[in-house]
């Protein structure tokens, strides 16, 4: 059983900075992957960037690359999404998730999930 925590979500002005958290904690394990997943009010669950337990390997959403930047921490136990340029449309619930392997864009292949946190953007 592992345990993810997201803090950070706040709510800030378009072309404005948010840094999102996540820390993980109960039975943890020395390879598992961690990403970011987001749900804007009635749209799916999609997927924003992952990245392995190295850290190493990092893979982003179109709609987010060269914005956002997803890093481990410095124990590999907690994941960071720094979000630059904040657009209207990044206005979701931001959810951590984590699963034992690589990293993924789908989200069923993700095991542990945090409650999420909420991001909004004003114009």
């Known amino acids: 059983q592992v345990d993810l925590v997201e803090s950070g979500g706040g709510l800030v002005q378009a072309g404005d900075s948010l840094r999102l958290s996540c820390a993980a904690s109960?039975?943890?394990?020395?390879?598992?992957?961690m990403a970011w997943f987001r749900q804007a009010p009635g749209k799916e669950r999609d997927f924003v960037a992952s990245i392995s337990y190295a850290g190493d390997l990092t893979y982003y959403d179109d709609s987010v690359k060269g914005r956002f930047t997803i890093s481990r921490g410095n124990a590999k136990n907690s994941v960071n999404l720094q979000m630059n340029s904040l657009k209207p449309d990044d206005t979701a619930v931001y959810y951590c998730a984590a699963r034992y392997g690589g990293p993924s864009d789908e989200r069923s292949l993700y095991a542990f999930w945090g409650q999420g946190t909420q991001v909004t953007i004003s114009s």
């Open positions: 109960g039975r943890t394990f020395n390879t598992y992957a």
